[in-house]
């Protein structure tokens, strides 16, 4: 398995930014992607970006995040960030970090999550 731990989050007002952090450790050598995900309260779990775990580093961003939020990472540290900028109240959930391993249909490992508060 792998153990992710977050860092970042806290309260900001409508319109700032803020940016999550995640490192993995274990067997980190099987992951193909890292995601991220966030839960509202009464809300389902939604994805909110994705990267490949390679050079590459390929990125999806959900529609609701396009061009607010940044999905970056470190493969030599095992870290991946989430730069999230004019952030509105809608964004205000707990996210999570989240691992695949290559060949597996859905993501199996994840952090404890982080709360994210934007005020108006």
């Known amino acids: 398995h792998v153990q992710l731990v977050q860092f970042g989050g806290g309260s900001v007002q409508t319109g700032g930014s803020l940016k999550l952090s995640c490192t993995a450790s274990?067997?980190?050598?099987?992951?193909?992607?890292h995601a991220w995900y966030r839960q509202a309260p009464g809300k389902e779990r939604e994805l909110v970006s994705t990267?490949?775990?390679?050079?590459?580093?390929?990125?999806k961003y959900a529609d609701s995040v396009q061009g607010r939020f940044t999905i970056t990472q470190d493969n030599a540290k095992n870290q991946v960030y989430l730069e999230m900028h004019s952030l509105k109240p809608e964004d205000t959930a707990v996210y999570y970090c989240?691992?695949?391993?290559?060949?597996?249909?859905?993501?199996?490992?994840w952090g404890p999550g982080t709360q994210v508060t934007v005020s108006a």
């Open positions: 990267i490949t775990h390679d050079e590459r580093g390929v990125t």
């Open positions: 274990g067997q980190t050598t099987y992951t193909c992607e």
């Open positions: 989240a691992a695949k391993k290559c060949g597996r249909p859905v993501y199996e490992d």
